[in-house]
């Protein structure tokens, strides 16, 4: 490895890629782009049956924010390892986990709450 070699560079493109998909992953939460299937609750429309699976769905989107916002906190606290070839803390690459989850945390309890709410997002026009 001379001057200028290219060993950081895997390091440097694989923690970049974390932290553009954690953080674009709450992005598109915010603008509601994120991946749903739709297909129960478009059948079930307006009714209680309908409110009731909207609430269910958003519930179960801010547990996995939560969970994610949780472990990957315990995780970035608990990692003592640093990497290979620049020697950074390993942790800096993993905290795009618990950023991520709570920047998801935040518009999926605002979901949530819509949801409750019973008011829906106005649509966007394409």
């Known amino acids: 490895t001379g001057l200028f070699s290219f060993a950081w560079f895997d ?3 694989a923690t970049l890629f974390a932290w553009f998909v954690f953080i674009g992953a709450g992005a598109l939460w915010r603008e509601r782009e994120h991946f749903a299937i739709r297909l129960l609750g478009d059948r079930l429309g307006d009714g209680a049956a309908g409110r009731a699976t909207a609430i269910l ?9 939560l969970a994610l916002l949780f472990f990957g906190s315990s995780y970035v606290g608990r990692v003592t390892a640093t990497t290979p070839v ?4 390993q942790s800096w690459a993993y905290a795009c986990l618990p950023i991520g989850g709570a920047i998801m945390t ?3 309890l605002r979901d949530l709450w819509q949801s409750i709410l019973r008011t829906r997002p106005a649509e966007t026009a394409d």
């Open 57 to 65: 769905i958003a519930a179960i989107g801010a547990g996995f924010s």
């Open 11 to 13: 390091e440097v493109v």
């Open 86 to 89: 620049l020697g950074l803390p």
């Open 106 to 108: 935040v518009y999926a």
